[in-house]
């Protein structure tokens, strides 16, 4: 049996809120994304990308199924947009009255959290010694 964990059922702006991005990512005209301006402050503070700098990009490639231009922004972008369809598959689940899957928030999103963060740190050092160049 698998084990789950009782929780609220999320409001409806929380489920439209997740829909609503993964439909921004398939309706976004790719010519609005590509070589647009950049928007991370982190980015435009130290001059160094944040471990979620091009993920935007990387969606909206994703959804017209761009996907090796997809990855040259940011690699982790198909396993973040995996997570948030999990995710919004998860809301729409809790929302009809079944419990949450705990393997989804006890292990898929501390594994993705550690999975970004890693690339993050991982990019900005390289980045840092000269080893990558990042345009945004």
Not at 96 to 115: E, N, T
Request: hydrophobic share 50%; charged share 10%.
């Amino acid at each position: 049996m698998v084990s789950t964990v009782r929780t609220p059922t999320p409001p409806i702006w929380m489920i439209a809120g997740v829909g609503a991005s993964l439909c921004a990512a398939v309706l976004t005209p790719v010519s609005l994304v590509e070589g647009g301006p950049t928007f991370c402050p982190f980015l435009l503070l130290t001059g160094w990308p944040c471990p979620t700098c091009g993920m935007t990009r990387a969606w909206v490639l994703l959804g017209h199924g761009r996907w090796s231009e997809s990855l040259s922004y940011n690699p982790v972008g198909p396993l973040v947009l995996a997570t948030v369809l999990i995710w919004f598959g998860v809301l729409l689940w809790r929302r009809v009255g079944h419990p949450s899957p705990q393997w989804f928030g006890k292990l898929l999103v501390p594994l993705v959290v550690i999975a970004v963060g890693a690339y993050g740190i991982a990019r900005i050092v390289l980045v840092a010694n000269g080893q990558w160049e990042w345009d945004g």
